[in-house]
């Protein structure tokens, strides 16, 4: 049982729904753009300062692969953070929270689609139950709310944000084999830069807004954590059980947001939380139950 792999990918997606609450917190003390160009930058300055030697030793690789690095990092970290939060500007964060649930489906869809990737009906029952779970915590147990729901431009964007981490994520299987902090060097200086024109646009705006205090704690939290610790974390995942099964997780993250607003935030803690905690996990075990056997040279590349 790949136990360290659902460890780490606990760990991430509880780390991601945490940064869900910083981006509620954001709000009046750093502008969007500003908090992701901030976590990326912090993050870049921080891996490479403790990554010199390895990035040396590694600089033969890293060449000839910065492309997909590079790419990693614009398409995985930056256009993902850029879509999402455009897309909170048009639409509801119910709308938003709920869409997330389709990355696991876009990964499916993709990796069958190009590689061929076999998925299990019982996988695709535990993905619809862990994806209900999801939906229980971003309508709040409501039904109505769910039926009523209505989409826009920002529900666009967030089919954007969705395709833009999936496809991250299956590329994936393409990482150079190198140590994790070279691996995370470029794609963090990649998002940083990517990041630019993005906070060009915020000013052009008018809607920047430069950290404060609780701004810069947010920052620091965000390069910290969900941007660089999240991010080791994810990839190691990934190579484990591969990214059908490791994009199953993602489900995780409105549950853990929402109990993180829960602890830190003052919310209530009501029984349809409990119910969509035990949705979820209840899928991914049913989904990592019925999976199909892999050898062990299909498995690596899955």
């Given at each position: 049982m790949p136990v360290r792999a659902y460890t780490f990918l606990v760990i991430t997606t509880l780390l991601w729904g945490g940064n869900a609450v910083a981006g509620k917190l954001a709000l009046g003390h750093v502008s969007p753009m500003i908090l992701s160009f901030g976590r990326w930058g912090l993050a870049s300055l921080i891996i490479f300062a403790i990554s010199v030697p390895q990035i040396r030793k590694d600089w033969d690789v890293l060449k000839a692969?910065?492309?997909?690095?590079a790419f990693y990092g614009a398409i995985g970290y930056a256009a993902f953070n850029g879509f999402l939060y455009t897309a909170l500007k048009y639409t509801t964060a119910v709308n938003a929270t709920i869409e997330q649930g389709a990355i696991p489906v876009l990964i499916f869809v993709i990796n069958f689609a190009i590689f061929r990737i076999p998925v299990a009906p019982i996988q695709i029952l535990g993905f619809l139950i862990s994806f209900v779970g999801a939906a229980v915590t971003a309508s709040h147990?409501?039904?109505?709310?769910?039926?009523?729901?209505?989409?826009?431009?920002?529900?666009?964007?967030?089919v954007f944000a969705g395709l833009s981490y999936a496809i991250y994520?299956?590329?994936?299987?393409?990482?150079?084999?190198?140590?994790?902090?070279?691996?995370?060097?470029?794609?963090?200086?990649?998002?940083?830069?990517?990041c630019l024109p993005l906070v060009w646009w915020e000013a052009s705006k008018g809607q920047m807004i430069?950290?404060?205090?609780t701004g810069?704690?947010?920052?620091?939290y965000a390069g910290l954590l969900p941007s660089l610790i999240?991010?080791?974390?994810?990839?190691?995942g990934v190579e484990v059980i591969g990214a059908n099964r490791a994009g199953l997780f993602i489900n995780l993250v409105p549950v853990f947001g929402t109990l993180l607003s829960v602890t830190l935030l003052g919310e209530?803690?009501?029984?349809?939380?409990?119910?969509?905690?035990?949705l979820v996990l209840g899928g991914i075990a049913i989904a990592e139950w019925g999976k199909p056997v892999q050898t062990a040279s299909k498995k690596a590349r899955t």
């Open positions: 692969n910065w492309k997909l690095l147990g409501d039904i109505h709310r769910l039926l009523s729901l209505t989409l826009n431009a920002g529900d666009l964007l967030m994520t299956i590329s994936l299987r393409w990482k150079p084999q190198v140590h994790w902090k070279s691996l995370m060097a470029v794609p963090a200086l990649a998002a940083t830069v990517t430069m950290p404060d205090t810069w704690l947010l920052i620091l999240s991010q080791v974390l994810y990839i190691k209530t803690l009501e029984s349809f939380h409990i119910l969509a905690l035990a």
